[in-house]
Protein backbone atom coordinates (compact mmCIF):
# COMPACT_ATOMS: atom_id res chain seq x y z
CA UNK A 1 0.00 0.00 0.00
CA UNK A 2 1.70 3.50 -1.30
CA UNK A 3 0.30 6.61 -0.84
CA UNK A 4 -0.77 6.91 -4.27
CA UNK A 5 -2.97 4.36 -4.06
CA UNK A 6 -3.77 5.37 -0.70
CA UNK A 7 -5.02 9.03 -2.14
CA UNK A 8 -7.40 6.94 -4.57
CA UNK A 9 -8.86 4.91 -2.27
CA UNK A 10 -9.86 8.07 0.22
CA UNK A 11 -10.89 9.73 -3.49
CA UNK A 12 -13.54 7.10 -3.75
CA UNK A 13 -14.31 7.37 0.35
CA UNK A 14 -15.21 10.87 -0.43
CA UNK A 15 -16.95 10.20 -3.27
CA UNK A 16 -19.41 8.00 -1.59
CA UNK A 17 -19.78 10.30 1.50
CA UNK A 18 -21.87 12.35 -0.73
CA UNK A 19 -24.58 9.61 -0.88
CA UNK A 20 -24.72 9.52 3.56
CA UNK A 21 -27.79 9.56 4.42
CA UNK A 22 -26.94 11.44 7.70
CA UNK A 23 -30.34 13.81 8.37
CA UNK A 24 -29.67 13.46 12.11
CA UNK A 25 -26.22 14.15 12.82
CA UNK A 26 -25.45 15.95 9.49
CA UNK A 27 -22.17 13.64 9.95
CA UNK A 28 -21.36 12.38 6.11
CA UNK A 29 -18.75 9.19 6.21
CA UNK A 30 -17.83 7.27 3.30
CA UNK A 31 -15.81 3.85 3.65
CA UNK A 32 -13.80 2.47 0.41
CA UNK A 33 -12.14 -1.21 0.68
CA UNK A 34 -9.77 -2.33 -1.38
CA UNK A 35 -9.35 -5.84 -3.09
CA UNK A 36 -5.99 -7.72 -3.92
CA UNK A 37 -8.02 -7.98 -7.62
CA UNK A 38 -7.80 -3.85 -7.45
CA UNK A 39 -11.61 -4.08 -7.20
CA UNK A 40 -13.40 -1.28 -4.81
CA UNK A 41 -16.68 -1.70 -2.76
CA UNK A 42 -17.79 1.46 -1.37
CA UNK A 43 -20.49 2.41 1.76
CA UNK A 44 -21.49 5.34 2.90
CA UNK A 45 -23.17 6.00 6.75
CA UNK A 46 -27.25 5.43 6.98
CA UNK A 47 -28.75 6.62 9.85
CA UNK A 48 -32.25 5.76 11.36
CA UNK A 49 -34.59 7.50 13.52
CA UNK A 50 -33.91 5.53 16.14
CA UNK A 51 -30.87 6.80 16.32
CA UNK A 52 -28.71 3.40 17.91
CA UNK A 53 -29.97 1.70 14.71
CA UNK A 54 -27.82 3.62 12.80
CA UNK A 55 -25.39 1.91 10.72
CA UNK A 56 -21.50 3.40 10.02
CA UNK A 57 -20.20 3.67 6.24
CA UNK A 58 -17.73 0.99 7.18
CA UNK A 59 -20.03 -1.71 8.29
CA UNK A 60 -22.11 -0.84 5.42
CA UNK A 61 -19.34 -1.22 2.99
CA UNK A 62 -17.84 -4.42 4.70
CA UNK A 63 -21.08 -5.87 4.54
CA UNK A 64 -21.69 -5.21 0.86
CA UNK A 65 -18.77 -6.44 0.08
CA UNK A 66 -19.38 -9.61 1.66
CA UNK A 67 -23.05 -10.02 0.30
CA UNK A 68 -21.47 -8.96 -3.14
CA UNK A 69 -19.10 -12.45 -2.39
CA UNK A 70 -15.97 -10.90 -2.02
CA UNK A 71 -13.13 -13.50 -0.36
CA UNK A 72 -12.70 -11.83 3.16
CA UNK A 73 -9.05 -12.72 2.85
CA UNK A 74 -8.79 -10.24 -0.09
CA UNK A 75 -9.49 -6.96 1.50
CA UNK A 76 -6.47 -4.87 1.42
CA UNK A 77 -7.47 -1.94 3.05
CA UNK A 78 -9.84 0.08 4.15
CA UNK A 79 -10.10 4.19 3.44
CA UNK A 80 -12.46 6.34 5.55
CA UNK A 81 -13.40 9.96 4.87
CA UNK A 82 -15.32 12.49 6.24
CA UNK A 83 -16.42 15.93 4.83
CA UNK A 84 -17.16 17.12 8.56
CA UNK A 85 -13.54 16.19 10.03
CA UNK A 86 -10.09 15.89 9.53
CA UNK A 87 -8.90 12.37 10.58
CA UNK A 88 -11.95 10.62 10.83
CA UNK A 89 -10.83 7.22 12.90
CA UNK A 90 -13.26 4.28 12.37
CA UNK A 91 -15.42 3.73 15.37
CA UNK A 92 -14.83 1.15 17.84
CA UNK A 93 -17.43 -0.99 16.28
CA UNK A 94 -16.31 -0.70 13.03
CA UNK A 95 -12.50 -1.62 14.70
CA UNK A 96 -13.91 -4.61 15.64
CA UNK A 97 -15.64 -5.63 12.49
CA UNK A 98 -12.56 -4.47 10.25
CA UNK A 99 -10.56 -6.64 12.85
CA UNK A 100 -12.88 -9.51 12.21
CA UNK A 101 -11.37 -9.79 8.61
CA UNK A 102 -7.65 -10.13 8.96
CA UNK A 103 -5.46 -7.89 11.67
CA UNK A 104 -3.14 -6.78 8.92
CA UNK A 105 -5.58 -4.77 6.76
CA UNK A 106 -4.57 -1.04 6.71
CA UNK A 107 -7.13 1.53 7.74
CA UNK A 108 -6.42 4.95 5.58
CA UNK A 109 -7.71 8.52 6.64
CA UNK A 110 -7.03 11.66 5.34
CA UNK A 111 -4.49 14.04 7.18
CA UNK A 112 -5.27 17.84 7.93
CA UNK A 113 -2.95 18.69 5.00
CA UNK A 114 -4.54 16.10 2.35
CA UNK A 115 -1.71 13.36 2.69
CA UNK A 116 -2.73 10.01 3.69
CA UNK A 117 -2.44 8.50 7.20
CA UNK A 118 -2.02 4.61 7.03
CA UNK A 119 -2.16 2.45 9.98
CA UNK A 120 -2.92 -0.95 10.46
CA UNK A 121 -6.23 -2.43 12.37
CA UNK A 122 -3.96 -4.34 14.70
CA UNK A 123 -2.47 -0.66 15.72
CA UNK A 124 -6.21 0.41 16.15
CA UNK A 125 -7.94 -2.11 17.76
CA UNK A 126 -4.75 -4.63 19.42
CA UNK A 127 -6.00 -7.52 21.34
CA UNK A 128 -9.27 -7.58 19.43
CA UNK A 129 -12.07 -9.96 20.43
CA UNK A 130 -11.74 -13.30 18.23
CA UNK A 131 -13.28 -16.55 19.26
CA UNK A 132 -10.92 -19.79 18.80
CA UNK A 133 -13.06 -21.62 16.39
N1 LIG B 1 -20.08 7.12 11.70
C1 LIG B 1 -19.57 6.32 10.72
O1 LIG B 1 -20.16 6.18 9.65
N2 LIG B 1 -18.42 5.65 10.97
C2 LIG B 1 -17.72 5.72 12.14
O2 LIG B 1 -16.72 5.03 12.30
C3 LIG B 1 -18.17 6.61 13.20
C4 LIG B 1 -19.45 7.31 12.97
C5 LIG B 1 -21.36 7.82 11.46
C6 LIG B 1 -22.51 7.33 12.28
C7 LIG B 1 -23.40 8.55 12.32
O3 LIG B 1 -24.25 8.53 11.19
C8 LIG B 1 -22.45 9.72 12.19
O4 LIG B 1 -21.21 9.17 11.76
C9 LIG B 1 -22.23 10.48 13.49
O5 LIG B 1 -21.87 9.64 14.50
Same mark, same amino acid.
Given at each position: ??????????????????????? &? $?? +?????? @?? +???????????? *??????? %???? *?????? %????????????????? &???????? +???????????? +??????? @?? *???????? @?????????? $????? %?
Amino acid at each position: MDKNQALMLLKQAKQVANNSYAP &Y $SK +FQVGAS @IL +FKDKSVVQGCNV *ENASYGL %TLCA *ERNALS %TAISLGKNKDDILAVAI &YSPNTNKC +FPCGACRQWIAE +FSSDIKV @IV *ENNNGSAL @IYTINDLLPY $SFYLN %T
